[in-house]
């Protein structure tokens, strides 16, 4: 599966896009983190909503998949196995996203982490516990 609104750059380190072919990179990413995320900004259409953005000079290069040579690399991370991403708005808070999708948390039904008091949106998509989405703090 690929995302319909975003390029593969956008989701994956420099190091795995300069290596790897596309269809590999978007095989190492979940279908549900996928559909998920296209659903996101489908629902928040307004401005920009921004994982990686090296490719046009940005600072942000680990907001997707994590390998090991990323200073937040971290084993047992979502990101390290395709299952999370990262996303500042230029149009919204990460609250304001945070709470809709909290309060909508049908339309979303592949999320399964949000992390919580953070100044980006972090989702992944994790299994559920008991059917909900797990809210959790940095640290």
């Given at each position: 599966?690929?995302?319909?609104?975003?390029?593969?750059?956008?989701?994956?380190?420099?190091?795995?896009?300069?290596?790897?072919h596309?269809?590999?990179?978007?095989?190492?990413?979940?279908?549900?983190?996928?559909?998920?995320?296209?659903?996101?900004?489908?629902?928040?259409?307004?401005?920009?909503?921004?994982?990686?953005?090296?490719?046009?000079g940005?600072?942000?290069?680990?907001?997707?998949?994590?390998?090991?040579?990323?200073?937040?690399?971290?084993?047992?991370?979502?990101?390290?196995?395709?299952?999370?991403c990262?996303?500042?708005?230029?149009?919204?808070?990460a609250?304001?996203?945070?709470?809709?999708?909290?309060?909508?948390?049908?339309?979303?039904?592949?999320?399964?982490?949000?992390?919580?008091?953070?100044?980006?949106?972090?989702?992944?998509?994790?299994?559920?516990?008991?059917?909900?989405?797990?809210?959790?703090?940095?640290?």
């Amino acid at each position: 599966m690929k995302s319909n609104r975003f390029q593969i750059h956008e989701l994956t380190p420099i190091n795995l896009y300069k290596n790897l072919h596309e269809d590999l990179l978007w095989s190492m990413l979940d279908d549900g983190l996928l559909e998920t995320i296209d659903k996101i900004k489908e629902v928040f259409p307004l401005g920009t909503m921004t994982c990686n953005n090296y490719h046009w000079g940005g600072d942000r290069g680990w907001s997707g998949i994590r390998t090991k040579d990323s200073k937040y690399y971290s084993r047992g991370s979502q990101h390290s196995i395709g299952k999370a991403c990262d996303f500042v708005f230029s149009a919204y808070t990460a609250k304001e996203v945070r709470d809709y999708i909290i309060e909508n948390q049908d339309e979303f039904p592949y999320i399964g982490g949000i992390e919580m008091g953070t100044d980006w949106l972090h989702i992944d998509s994790r299994a559920k516990v008991n059917g909900k989405i797990k809210l959790f703090y940095p640290g």
